[in-house]
């Protein structure tokens, strides 16, 4: 894997993930407490500040720029690999797919196989990206919000790690993989 593919992918998660995660957590305590969006975004926003927005994402923040590395690793890796084996060009080879350059060499892959070089980049990430998840999720709804009646109290979690060991000690390894099916079809 090249460090030019490392350094997009590492980026590239981390600039998705601060953008996207407050969102996210407005999403996720909106689906977990029941109530309206703009209610839940205001309720976390009165009660935990603009923190509340960003909650969890610590844990997140370092997993999604590994992934993305990952994916990007794999992308290329298989790409290449699908590069060498094709002798001549195939039925689904046009001269107008994307180019890479190699040691002033142009090398041509098409369309077909920059898809299952993608496709095969996401079913490799799948097995970091579901955990992440699962994490994630768990520590953005530790901390309750006040207007839920029945959650008030101490949080259940201490962190990433407590999830984790958590998790595995109630549900064995495969509680980390809850939701794997419908992440594989994201």
Same mark, same amino acid.
């Given at each position: 894997m090249g460090t030019c593919d490392f350094v997009a992918g590492w980026a590239g998660g981390a600039l998705g993930l601060v953008t996207g995660h407050p969102f996210d957590t407005v999403k996720v305590n909106q689906q977990n407490l029941g109530i309206g969006m703009t209610k839940c975004a205001k309720d976390l926003f009165i009660n935990h500040g603009i923190r509340g927005y960003f909650r969890g994402m610590a844990f997140p923040l370092v997993a999604a720029s590994a992934i993305n590395s990952v994916y990007f690793g794999i992308y290329r890796v298989s790409l290449e690999h699908m590069m060498e084996l094709r002798q001549e060009p195939n039925l689904f080879y046009f001269k107008e797919s994307q180019v890479e350059e190699t040691n002033s060499t142009v090398r041509r892959h098409s369309y077909t196989e920059t898809f299952v070089a993608g496709c095969i980049g996401g /079913? *490799? +990430?799948? /097995?970091? &990206?579901?955990?992440?998840? #699962? #994490?994630?999720?768990?520590? +953005?709804?530790? +901390?309750?919000?006040? &207007?839920?009646?029945?959650?008030? =109290? #101490? !949080? !259940?979690?201490? =962190?990433?790690?407590?999830?984790?060991?958590?998790?595995?000690?109630?549900? =064995?390894?495969? *509680?980390?993989? +809850? =939701?794997? *099916?419908?992440?594989f079809f994201r």
């Open positions: /079913f *490799g +990430q799948l /097995f970091l &990206t579901c955990p992440v998840e #699962v #994490v994630k999720i768990k520590l +953005q709804t530790n +901390q309750p919000l006040p &207007t839920t009646l029945s959650m008030k =109290g #101490v !949080a !259940a979690y201490r =962190g990433p790690m407590d999830v984790i060991l958590h998790t595995i000690k109630s549900q =064995g390894l495969r *509680g980390l993989y +809850q =939701g794997m *099916g419908i992440t």
